[in-house]
């Protein structure tokens, strides 16, 4: 599958792959990620709600967005039928008005997550390294601390333990005032099938996993974007 999913978006000249696609590789990988549909009408977007189980959640699905929520095409939490055909007009309108230019496939459907401690898991290319693997804690914290580690593919277990312990922010994961501790083990072999799936993929120039919610009975990706190198 992997090797269709690159190749059809380079028919179509794109590099960078949707999250129904990013998801796709990274299942096949043995990466746990949400289930995660494309509908590209309000009935098929029903039909697959469904068939996930409410409640669930809707993003725009766009290779001209590059942040969903800055253009109000992201609905969490939609309970039931009624609520996911309003939410879907609610992006379908806000996405209009926001970036009237941006090509719209459609919108994705996958399951809510139970949440967990927010954690973000990335691929990068270096050019004298090649891929680079980072890890460090997820959603806005990523942004705002920049408390990252990083290791060279491919990654030894050692390596996964040590990137793991070694952020500031590690105490979050151990359990903090009265939080849950996260599935270490869950996280670091993440990571392994992080540094396979880079190592067996160079055509990915980056991929970043956030957030990944991390609890105490594993860990699933709930956002997922990948990125191909230039076609040379």
Do not use: C
Not at 17 to 46: C, F, H, M, P, W
């Amino acid at each position: 599958m992997t090797a269709e999913v690159i190749a059809a978006a380079r028919a179509e000249q794109r590099t960078l792959l949707s999250e129904v696609e990013a998801k796709q590789l990274l299942a096949e990988a043995g990466v746990n990620v949400t289930e995660t549909r494309l509908a590209t009408s309000i009935d098929e977007a029903a039909a697959h709600a469904a068939e996930l189980g409410y409640p669930v959640a809707l993003k725009v699905v766009s290779d001209s967005i590059t942040h969903k929520t800055d253009v109000g095409g992201v609905e969490l939490g939609v309970a039931d039928e009624a609520a996911l055909r309003d939410a879907y007009l609610r992006i379908h309108e806000r996405v209009t008005a926001a970036a009237p230019n941006a090509d719209v496939q459609g919108v994705s459907v996958q399951p809510m997550a139970e949440a967990g401690a927010e954690v973000i898991l990335g691929i990068t290319q270096d050019q004298q390294f090649g891929p680079v693997l980072m890890f460090g804690l997820g959603g806005v914290f990523v942004e705002v601390l920049k408390d990252v580690a990083f290791r060279i593919v491919p990654l030894e277990p050692r390596d996964a333990s040590e990137m793991v312990r070694e952020i500031q922010g590690f105490p979050v994961l151990e359990g903090f005032r009265g939080t849950p501790a996260a599935n270490l083990d869950a996280i670091e072999s993440m990571l392994l099938k992080l540094s396979e799936f880079a190592e067996a993929n160079p055509e990915i120039a980056e991929l970043d996993l956030n957030p990944v919610f991390a609890r105490p009975d594993g860990a699933v990706a709930v956002d997922a974007r990948i990125l191909l190198t230039a076609e040379s």
